[in-house]
Every structure is written in structure tokens, then in C-alpha cells.
């Protein structure tokens, strides 16, 4: 099924993101903005495990205030950095003169946002697959990096839109972007593009599931679909 064709459930919302179960009562649309930011710097670099309990011990000691939180950018992007190469997190506490918790819920949501960010970066990663016998490699080279359809500048483009505007997930911009995408993709008839295009529009089909998975998932209690 083309992609266009397709219900965009959930995506004409923009996101007004509901509390966690944690006490915390944190809200998602931080981890978004962390996962555009570059790497954390100082002692948010420094974080130790206690296996034990399964807790994830962040250092916030460069923090502004006594109690460190993950809406503090540098908090978030420590614990975002260091969570994939932990196996067993359960937990995660944020170290400075006083301590903050955060549960298995918090967790889940982080990883959720994770998960959807990593999927776009890997659709990105794709190279093309054109097929000009007749023409030399330089010149493919050039009119497939100017191509709107090549995964480095496509799915960057989709995710900067969903993920990139603080503080929060903005499915609408998404959702219309998409649909533009898809509609000039269906008119792209070019020989030479025929592999690249068909794999782009599964590509692009597989995306929208998980993005309205994702949004089904956070939406706040009565926002609904459209």
C-alpha cells in the first residue's frame, strides 16, 4: 500500500504530553529536545551502575540547582548517552546535594523516544539504489544527493520535524510533511529510480506504523484521534 494512501491516525495531534507514573511527574517532550543536543560535557559525563539494585547513577553535581532533574538538558543527555550501554537499568538516580529518582516508567519512555529516533537514523543511513547504466558514477552520485527522496535528506527531515520542536513532539508538522513526501513520491517515475523509490515507500509505510504506535502511546487522555 502506498504510504500516502494510508489513515495518518493519531499524527494531526500535537503533542501535549501527559505526567508519568512516576512520582516525578516528568514529562516526555524533554527526552525529544536531549535527542537533538550534542553530547553531555563535565561531570555529566560520569555515571556508575549498582548492578545490585539495577540503578543508574548519574553525576549532576555541574547542575544549577540542589536538586537535579531530567528537564535539566545535560541530566537528560547523560542519562541518554550512557543508557544503551547498560543492559539491566531498572532505575536511575540523579546524583547531586540531593538525589531524584526515577522508575521503570520513566524508563519505558525514554526508551520509547530512543527507539523512534534511532529508526529514523537508520533509515537515513541508506544509500540509494539507482540504476543509469548509461551514466558515469560522478554524475548518479550528484542527482541522487539532490534527489528530496534520499534517505539522508528525507527521513532527517521527518525526524527533525517530529522530534525537533521544544517543547514538544509536533505530529501535525510530521504528519503534513509526510503526506507531501508521499504524494510526489507516487508521481516519481523515473526508470532509473524504480528500486530506490520501492524501498522508500515500504520504508516510509514502516515509519508511519511506528510513529502512530509511538503516538498512541503518549498522547495525554482525551486528545484522541482524528
Known amino acids: 500500500m502506498h504510504p500516502d494512501k494510508r489513515r495518518l491516525r493519531a499524527t494531526t495531534h500535537r503533542a501535549e504530553l501527559g505526567r508519568s507514573d512516576d512520582t516525578s511527574g516528568w514529562h516526555l517532550y524533554a527526552v525529544a529536545g536531549a535527542l537533538n543536543m550534542r553530547g553531555a560535557s563535565g561531570m555529566f559525563n560520569s555515571y556508575q551502575m549498582d548492578h545490585a539494585k539495577g540503578l543508574m547513577i548519574v553525576d549532576c553535581s555541574d547542575a544549577d540547582v540542589d536538586e537535579p532533574d531530567l528537564k535539566d538538558p545535560r541530566c537528560l543527555r547523560a542519562v541518554l548517552k550512557n543508557l544503551g550501554s ?28 530512543i527507539s523512534l529516533s534511532s529508526l529514523h537514523d537508520q533509515l537515513a543511513g541508506q544509500e540509494p539504489l539507482p540504476n543509469f547504466p548509461g551514466l558515469a558514477r560522478k554524475e548518479i552520485q550528484v542527482r541522487c544527493g539532490a534527489c528530496q527522496f534520499n534517505p539522508a535528506s528525507l527521513f532527517v527531515r521527518l525526524k527533525e520535524l517530529l522530534l525537533g520542536d521544544l517543547p514538544q513532539i509536533d505530529f501535525p508538522a510530521f504528519s503534513a510533511e509526510f503526506a507531501a513526501r508521499a504524494r510526489e513520491l507516487e508521481r ?16 516510509l509505510s514502516f515509519l508511519l506504523s511506528e510513529v502512530e504506535s509511538f503516538a498512541d502511546k503518549i498522547l495525554a487522555p482525551g486528545q484522541g484521534r482524528k
Not at 516519481?188 to 520504508?203: E, F, I, L, N, S
Request: hydrophobic share 25%; charged share 35%.
Open 86 to 113: 547498560e543492559l539491566r537499568v531498572e532505575g536511575v538516580v540523579l546524583n547531586h546535594h540531593r538525589e531524584k529518582h526515577y522508575g521503570r516508567r520513566t524508563l519505558k519512555a525514554l526508551r520509547e523516544v
Open 188 to 203: 516519481h517515475r523515473y526508470k532509473g529510480c524504480q528500486h530506490c523509490t520501492a524501498r522508500t515507500v515500504a520504508d
